[in-house]
């Protein structure tokens, strides 16, 4: 590998962590044994947080004991709030 290869890797690469795109490279090393690209590394990444928000939301978990203000409004009986498109 030459110090140019470093260079355009590291350029593409450097706005991961190096767990994340570690966790990624083993993840993309599975799908693709050979020729590995940062492309395979980014599209792992990016799969991997697209999983992460499915599953968990975009917000953050509430603090112990607090809940956000949109679980309170859309949980909310008295509330006359138009139905989310996958309720219909």
Known sequence: ???????????????????EA??????????????????HIVEQIRSARARHTEIYGIHPPAPE?????????ENDPELDLPQKATES
């Open 22 to 39: 570690k966790t990624a490279l083993h993840a993309a090393l599975r799908e693709v044994p050979y020729n590995i690209r940062p492309a």
């Open 65 to 73: 004991g607090k809940r956000w203000a949109v679980d309170v409004i």
């Open 1 to 19: 590998m030459t110090n140019l290869t470093v260079q355009a890797w590291h350029g593409v690469l450097e706005r991961y962590s190096f767990e």
